[in-house]
C-alpha cells in the first residue's frame, strides 16, 4: 500500500523530526534510519494484509456485492477498520 520510496521518506520525516525535536540523540544515524525503515516496512506488511483480509471478508457474503458499489466501500470499510481495532488490542 505505501511505496519503498514513500516508506523511505516517512523513516527519514520519522527520525529527522526526533531529533530536531530534541527527542533523541542518534549515537550511529545509519542503524536509527535503518530500524526506522524497519518499523515502517513493518506496518505496510501489516496494512497489505489487513486489506487482503477485508477483501476476503466482503468476498464471502453470501450477496454478490461488486467491488466498486457503494455498498462494497461501506463494507470493506467496515471490515478494514474492524481487522484494524482487533490486531491493536
Do not use: C
Amino acid at each position: 500500500m505505501i511505496s519503498e520510496d514513500r516508506q523511505n521518506y516517512l523513516a527519514f520525516i520519522i527520525t529527522d523530526g526526533l531529533w530536531k525535536d530534541d527527542l533523541v540523540d542518534y549515537a550511529d544515524d545509519d542503524v536509527v534510519i535503518r530500524t526506522a525503515r524497519q518499523a515502517v516496512a513493518k506496518y505496510n506488511q501489516e496494512l497489505i494484509e489487513i486489506d487482503t483480509k477485508a477483501r476476503q471478508m466482503v468476498a464471502s457474503l453470501k450477496r454478490n456485492v461488486q467491488e466498486g458499489s457503494p455498498e462494497w466501500d461501506v463494507m470493506y470499510k467496515k471490515y478494514f477498520e474492524e481487522e484494524m481495532q482487533r490486531r491493536s488490542g
